[in-house]
């Protein structure tokens, strides 16, 4: 691959199926190859609004551009003229996207072959550990190996950054750079002195029965939800537009609507609250980085396939911690029985030093797994 002492190149390819994971995980991984592996990477994303969203840098009109060193390119379809010399040492698809017809027959006829993942979606299932490297032979003698994220050192690991969990200590000895980061996005003095807890969830969670049992609660909460989030049940409880700005305080409960936040300050958010419920993969792995306790809402999927998911990550995630599974599971509506929120919350929450504690001792468990950039990388110096 660096026969001739060249910087290598790597494309990674990025479908936005829906919403902000597709190109949060692409983006971070990225980033992640550029900076700290010296990587040439150039991402193909079809959908520049949502990459926007994340990373306001980044311009919809522009058929190509550089941001934070990575070439970023407006992937229009399936069409395209492409030679070998257009091709990379390493080529990535995120998803089983189909990258176009002319790309892999320009890959075909490059010497070497490049490196050709797919990389899959993040699941704790047992099956994954027995796919993850697996080789599926394609047409003209070219090879594409499965690569799965995942929570055990028989997968690829979890994205993270190298100085991450650095940073986050930083800013959480801080507590001056940590107010100020709370105060500029409009969160009051006594809102910071409150339990803090970050919404991020589908829109079918049921954010209103738990905001009920948090108003009726002792404990003084501040539910900080970035702006699209839960829309309908924020509007009702404020009474008005669920603009970046908008707050009410009813009884126990303050809700306040957060701008949508760049991805590198959702992870300060995260870090800053007590308590953060997530969703889908990328911000899912975030919350588990921040250390924090947190609530996982699970993409949902056709006959409740995601049950399965969402039972596979609790069996080892929350084994110990028994109101954090039960919690979860009613968040999801993963359980039959009648949910009583304003007994299972104080429950779940007289747990929270235990599921804390636990996030901890996860998170170690976690970096023994190694990263998946680096994991990736070291993959592909085999199979190369
Ligand atoms: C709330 C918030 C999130 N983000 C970022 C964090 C993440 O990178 C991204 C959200 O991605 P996720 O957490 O993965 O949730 P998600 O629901 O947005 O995304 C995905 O879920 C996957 C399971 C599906 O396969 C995808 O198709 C996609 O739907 O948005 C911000 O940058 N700022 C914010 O204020």
């Given amino acids: 691959m660096d ?14 199926v829906d919403n902000y994971g597709d190109i949060g995980i692409c983006w971070r991984l990225a980033r992640q190859l550029e900076q700290e592996h010296g990587i040439g990477v150039t991402l193909w994303v079809d959908d520049l609004q949502s990459f926007q969203r994340i990373c306001p840098q980044v311009a919809t009109d522009r058929e190509t551009q550089q941001v934070s060193a990575v070439t970023i390119r407006h992937w229009r379809g399936q069409d395209g003229v492409f030679t070998a010399a257009d091709i990379a ?18 890959m075909a006829e490059r010497v070497p072959h490049p490196v050709w993942l797919n990389l899959e979606g993040l699941s704790a299932e047992a099956w994954v550990e027995g796919c993850h490297t697996l080789p599926s032979p394609q047409s003209r003698s070219l090879v594409k190996y499965f690569f799965f994220p995942g929570f055990t050192g028989k997968t690829g690991g979890l994205l993270l950054e190298s100085g991450l969990l650095q940073q986050r200590q930083a800013f959480l000895d801080d507590q001056a750079a940590m107010a100020a980061f709370l105060r500029q996005l409009g969160v009051t003095p006594a809102e910071m002195a409150s339990r803090k807890v970050s919404l991020f969830c589908y829109p079918q969670a049921p954010v209103a029965a738990v905001f009920k049992a948090w108003q009726g609660g002792g404990k003084a909460i501040a539910c900080l939800v970035p702006e699209g989030v839960a829309v309908d049940t924020v509007e009702a409880f404020l009474g008005q537009a669920a603009q970046a700005g908008a707050s009410a305080t009813r009884d126990a409960l303050t809700v306040r609507v957060l701008p949508f936040l760049p991805q590198q300050d959702y992870d300060k958010l995260l870090w800053a ?3 953060n419920f997530v969703r889908g993969e990328d911000s899912f792995v975030r919350a ?15 006959e409740d396939l995601h049950h399965v998911k969402l039972n596979a990550f609790l069996q080892s995630y ?20 009648a949910v009583d929120w304003s007994a299972l919350w104080p429950a779940f929450a007289a747990d929270m030093p235990k599921i804390a504690m636990m996030a901890m001792d996860w998170q170690q468990q976690m970096l023994a797994n190694g990263d998946l950039a680096g994991n990736l990388l070291k993959f592909a110096e085999t199979v190369r």
């Avoid at 026969?3 to 390819?13: I, M, N």
């Avoid at 040492?89 to 892999?104: K, L, R």
């Avoid at 980085?289 to 999927?301: C, E, L, N, R, T």
């Fill in 3 to 16: 026969q001739h002492h060249q910087k290598t190149t790597l494309a990674l390819f990025c479908k936005v």
């Fill in 89 to 106: 040492d390493i080529v990535i698809e995120f998803f089983a996207c189909d990258i176009p017809p002319a790309y892999i027959a320009a």
């Fill in 273 to 275: 609250c007590d308590l």
């Fill in 288 to 302: 588990q980085w921040a250390g924090k306790p947190f609530v996982w809402h699970i993409y949902p999927q056709d």
């Fill in 318 to 337: 929350a084994a110990t911690t028994e109101k954090l599974a039960e919690f979860s599971l009613c968040w999801n509506e993963a359980t039959k029985a």
